[in-house]
């Protein structure tokens, strides 16, 4: 971690400070529609978040998505079935996502690289088809899923009255949770298991040679992971209402892996540019060609743009904006010293 | 479960390891070669039944016309993944897997475009049937499949084994630097891999496009049993995955039969999970590889 000097530590505190006006008056600036694709996004962002931190052992999960689909079913079924305050139920419904990854750990850490990917889209299958089967559908509710799910309550608070039907107001929670969720996840990377998840994705045999125990290493990863999907899995059954079986198929993965790869996964940040970048241009211009059916086709084809010509992902882009911004800064003073 | 009931469920399978050993096998000499799991390998099943779809049902041309119109195709958009994806990152196969996934988005994408959503229903070319007994029946449809999947697969087998181009391709499978270094191109030998391995899809999913109801998504299911039978069979060996077909047709057919199709699934699922956790080289899979 580069240390950073008191100016830049300063300019840092700012740029916090102008995201953090811009995030709280950006509601305001959109359509309803435009408001609920937000909030989503929120969503995402913990979501890609969440599986970066897997990707810094070197695995590729298939699985994450079905992760989140455990937090919403499981958030959704204590919070409607056991009547748990629904904040609570949240927290629950991200432990017991938790604790499902751990147990798929014992299988699936045995398996690296691409069986690791296999073996991860079974598991995550399998949970799919439970959740389908109908020997269970008093409990899960088969291919239709759970409906009517309870929503976060009314905050009354004095004179105040916040109604998280309303997507602002509903926003605003996703993003505390967010913001707190993303401040772990990075406190995280940046400790010491952070490093030694790095250690373990570049040098795995030279990690385990000092000691450092991989398997409980990487089912640590997916188990932290795992936690964070299945929060944004709770936060998205809670403000939709209603989860099945589909909403948390291949399809969602792939979307998953495309903000990741096409955002880069070597910096924390990568991943949410690749959300945040791809949800916009999808939603400005899909939504403004009307051609809603062409979405795969535009993910498709981006993924392998970005595999082909980018293959470092939208991150690398930065440094490269850096460099030429500090070139041409230096190219001007120049060019103005003579006139001094 | 009575004779009759057993002895039509034992046709069925027959018929269900016929389809799945195609696309398997094919996925697995892509595998082979150049060291790629093709995600688009069910996508290509796929445009294979769409050109039944559109030639035979749409267009009325003779159903094997249709059938082999149907298999150049789906070989022809191998070579173009080929071309297109796979050769740029040969040396990076995670890379290639991804690209494919891409693969697999346009070409869902054109279906869908092309057909829209809903079920295609593709008449049968033959109404004739085998009747071995009461309740014990074979289509001539499934009988065409059982057929062409025993033929291919020998006819396979015969040109890797006895052709110059054959050896060329177990030369790559084997080891690609001792290959090249013996003169063997590298990039015919991926071509032709390609070709064969998505015309074998191609040709899969022409011909049972009239007993499954093609959609755009269909090849989702396909390439989850193709992936259950490349582990069971050990990734990269060919024998093994028309042993795993085989396996795994039964099992799957019989648990559908006498219980329902979802915990079928389950257990294919949970087959693949036990192997690659017990023995993750398959039951052929010689030494660790990628």
Same mark, same amino acid.
């Given at each position: ?155 009354? $608070? ?70 964070? !999907? ?57 939504? !403004? ?52 | ?209 009239? $007993? ?12 989850? %049993? ?29 648990? %559908? ?23 993750? %080289? ?9």
């Amino acid at each position: 971690m580069p240390e950073r000097g008191a100016s830049s530590g300063l300019s840092w505190a700012l740029g916090c400070v102008l995201l953090a006006v811009a995030l709280i008056v950006l509601p305001h600036l959109l359509s309803l529609s435009q408001k609920e694709i937000l909030v989503l996004l929120v969503i995402n962002v913990l979501l890609v978040s969440s599986y970066r931190l897997l990707t810094l052992t070197g695995e590729w999960s298939l699985a994450h998505v079905v992760i989140m689909g455990v937090g919403a079913y499981g958030s959704a079924l204590v919070a409607k079935e056991l009547g748990v305050p629904v904040p609570l139920a949240m927290l629950v419904g991200a432990s017991i996502a938790a604790l499902v990854a751990f147990l798929l750990s014992f299988p699936l850490f045995r398996m690296k690289g691409f069986y690791f990917l296999i073996g991860s889209f079974a598991a995550g299958e399998v949970i799919r088809l439970i959740w389908k089967w109908s020997e269970v559908t008093w409990l899960f509710g088969g291919p239709k899923g759970i409906k009517l799910i309870p929503p976060v309550p009314d905050i009354k $608070l004095f004179s105040l009255d916040i109604d998280f039907y309303d997507p602002v107001n509903y926003y605003y929670l996703c993003l505390i949770v967010v913001a707190i969720s993303l401040v772990i996840l990075y406190r995280v990377e940046r400790s010491r298991i952070g490093l030694t998840f790095h250690a373990i994705h570049w040098q795995d045999k030279l990690a385990e040679s000092v000691g450092v125990n991989t398997f409980r290493y990487r089912s640590l990863a997916f188990v932290v992971s795992a936690f964070f !999907a299945g929060l944004a899995g709770a936060l998205y059954a809670h403000y939709i209402g209603t989860v099945n079986p589909n909403r948390f198929g291949v399809e969602e993965m792939t979307y998953v892996l495309i903000w990741a790869i096409v955002g880069g996964t070597a910096t924390f940040y990568g991943p949410i540019l690749g959300v945040v970048v791809l949800t916009i241009l999808n939603e400005v211009v899909l939504r !403004a060609l009307g051609v809603d059916v062409m979405r795969p086709m535009f993910y498709g084809a981006l993924l392998i743009v970005s595999i082909l010509f980018l293959p470092d992902g939208l991150e690398s882009l930065v440094p490269r904006i850096r460099a030429w911004l500090a070139e041409r800064k230096e190219k001007r003073a120049v060019a103005d010293q003579p006139a001094r | 479960m009575t004779l009759e009931l057993f002895l039509q469920t034992v046709a069925n399978a027959t018929y269900a390891a016929s389809y799945m050993a195609l696309v398997a096998v094919g996925l697995v000499l892509i595998f082979g070669v150049m060291g790629v799991i093709n995600f688009a390998h069910g996508e290509l099943y796929m445009a294979g039944s769409y050109a039944v779809v559109a030639l035979y049902a749409g267009l009325g041309l003779p159903f094997f016309l249709a059938v082999f119109i149907g298999l150049i195709f789906v070989g022809l958009l191998g070579l173009l993944m080929e071309y297109g994806l796979f050769r740029p990152l040969r040396d990076n196969p995670l890379g290639g897997l991804i690209a494919s996934i891409g693969f697999l988005l346009i070409l869902q994408t054109i279906a869908v475009l092309g057909f829209g959503v809903q079920m295609e229903h593709v008449p049968p070319s033959t109404q004739d049937k085998i009747v071995f007994s009461d309740g014990v029946v074979l289509t001539y449809q499934r009988l065409y499949v059982i057929v062409a999947s025993v033929t291919l697969l020998s006819a396979l087998w015969l040109f890797l084994r006895r052709s110059k181009f054959g050896w060329a391709l177990r030369a790559c499978a084997q080891d690609r630097e001792a290959a090249v270094l013996q003169g063997i191109s590298i990039n015919n030998t991926a071509r032709l891999a390609m070709f064969i391995g998505a015309a074998l899809a191609g040709v899969a999913g022409a011909l049972t496009a009239p $007993l499954v109801a093609p959609t755009p998504y269909m090849g989702h299911p396909v390439i989850i %049993t193709a992936f259950i039978i490349i582990i069971v069979g050990g990734i990269g060996s060919l024998e093994g995955a028309v042993l795993a077909a085989i396996i795994y047709g039964f099992v799957s057919t019989f648990v %559908t039969t006498i219980y329902d199709g979802t915990l079928a699934n389950i257990v294919g699922l949970l087959l693949m999970l036990i192997v690659l956790v017990v023995k993750p %080289t398959g039951l052929f899979g010689a030494k660790e590889r990628a």
